[in-house]
């Protein structure tokens, strides 16, 4: 089992999507371990998008994730990080399957809803650690566990 961090980004949230997102992930099986609805400021927001420095659309990335208040999770679940990633769609919206959130909630790439850490190794903890102290995560088990692994 595997955590991931997810992010509503500040057009999702003021668009009123938290409730589908959460929704989605939530009847796949994922299992909610940390939320908060928090203001991102312009340190964290460099300190998140850090491998994005050097690109031309840094400032816009960085001026657009602290616009509003942004809802930052951790969800759990078999192979969470691909799973996460596969359901948000391509970066692009305009190239994201239908059925993806990006591919179902979005039209641009500077508006794309959601964040979830990618595959890189390390990449999952790391933004984990950046948004949630420890105690803020919770450990326990869903009922329907038994039902959802073999
Ligand atoms: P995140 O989950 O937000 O990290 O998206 P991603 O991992 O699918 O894409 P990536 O990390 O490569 O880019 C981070 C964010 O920068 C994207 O979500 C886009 O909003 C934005 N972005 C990426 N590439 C471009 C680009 O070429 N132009 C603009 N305007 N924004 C971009
Ligand atoms: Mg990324």
Redesign the pocket.
Known sequence: TERTFVMVKPDGVQRGLIGEIIARFEDRGLKLVGAKLMRIDQALAEEH?AE?TDKP?FE??TDFITSGPVLAMVWEGQDAIAQVRTMMGA?DPAESAPGTIRGDFGLD??R?VI??S?TEPGSAEREIELFFDEEELEDYERIDEAWLYE
């Open positions: 998008y994005h659309f816009d990335l970066t790439m500077g794309n964040h979830g990618d």
